[in-house]
């Protein structure tokens, strides 16, 4: 059985609450449905028949107030409150900084990565190239850590790519999100770049201004998509594919199968002694999050990236 330790909580990010449900299995419904965030209560209960990850647990969390943590504890029925993160080593296999305050993360993820103990860091990973080449060194070293949106594993970009056959040579590519750049645009992102295969980007150039976010990414392919975050549109996240032959639209809506599927993947990169998700994969994406935030603050100016 592989022991999990959840650090949470920043503002907005329910994560330490459905992931460890998700995980363990099981939950207190009159607990949960006071979390915050209304979703999670719905997609749990809807999905009841398929938590649980066999041979993992949620056995101990963290967050900056013990009484979140007691919260959650009672929530997603973990065994253990810690009043210190670093009381979790030696005490669990492994680690989900489920944060998206990617601020904190190089001083957060630093005691376990400095201790060898795997850790998946939620996105983004970095916010500052600053940060990006900290986990670069931290990978050169052969630090064991995994980071991703969950929209990498999302299943209706799975059912997308059945089609594409149909599409014949992608020329553009279009994605649509909403809130902000940095922890909302990497969602767009990852979903993006992993249903192209995960293509070079090789520039990016912010056309319009933050959020009203607008970024031009060129790929080494010849690709060319469009990434845009506004505040105020409905709630949505769509990516549409053009190609020579016919077009596409994906929705993405099921956020339940994404975590799943997304922890499903760490939970068996501890297993196998390994990230099974290729780090190069994620710098080129935070890579390209970092180059078109300074392209707005540059007055849009083209960010080359290779």
């Known amino acids: 059985m592989i022991k999990l330790g959840v650090m949470g909580m920043s503002a907005g990010n329910g994560h330490p609450y459905s992931w460890s449900a998700i995980v363990n299995g099981e939950y207190d419904e009159k607990t949960m449905a006071d979390c915050g965030y209304a979703g999670i209560p719905v997609y749990l209960a809807a999905n009841r028949d398929t938590l649980g990850i066999s041979g993992a647990r949620v056995t101990h969390v963290w967050t900056q107030e013990r009484g979140i943590s007691e919260h959650i504890a009672a929530a997603a029925k973990i065994d253990n409150v810690v009043d210190h993160a670093e009381e979790m080593l030696g005490c669990v296999d492994a680690v989900l900084l489920a944060r998206d305050d990617p601020e904190n993360h190089v001083a957060m993820a630093k005691p376990f990565l400095d201790a060898g103990t795997p850790i998946f860091i939620d996105k983004p990973l970095a916010c500052s190239r600053a940060g990006l080449d900290y986990f670069i060194e931290q990978n050169d070293l052969r630090k064991f850590f995994m980071s991703c949106s969950s929209m990498r594993y999302a299943t209706e970009s799975r059912a997308a790519k059945t089609e594409f056959a149909s599409l014949g040579k992608i020329e553009l590519a279009t994605a649509v999100g909403k809130k902000d750049w940095i922890k909302y645009g990497v969602h767009m992102l990852e979903a993006l770049f992993a249903l192209l295969d995960d293509p070079q980007a ?76 290729e780090f190069s994969k994620t710098v080129n994406i935070i890579s390209t999050l970092l180059a078109a935030q300074e392209s707005l603050e540059n007055g849009g100016k083209k960010i080359a990236l290779v």
């Open 202 to 277: 090789t520039a990016v150039q912010h056309v319009s201004r933050s959020h009203q976010d607008c970024a031009v990414i060129e790929f080494a392919d010849g690709c060319l998509a469009t990434v845009h975050l506004f505040y105020e549109i409905c709630p949505t996240f769509q990516i549409s594919l053009f190609g020579q032959n016919s077009w596409r639209l994906i929705e993405y809506k099921n956020w339940y199968a994404m975590f799943r599927d997304n922890l499903i993947e760490f939970i068996r990169s501890v297993q196998e002694g390994r990230s099974r998700l």
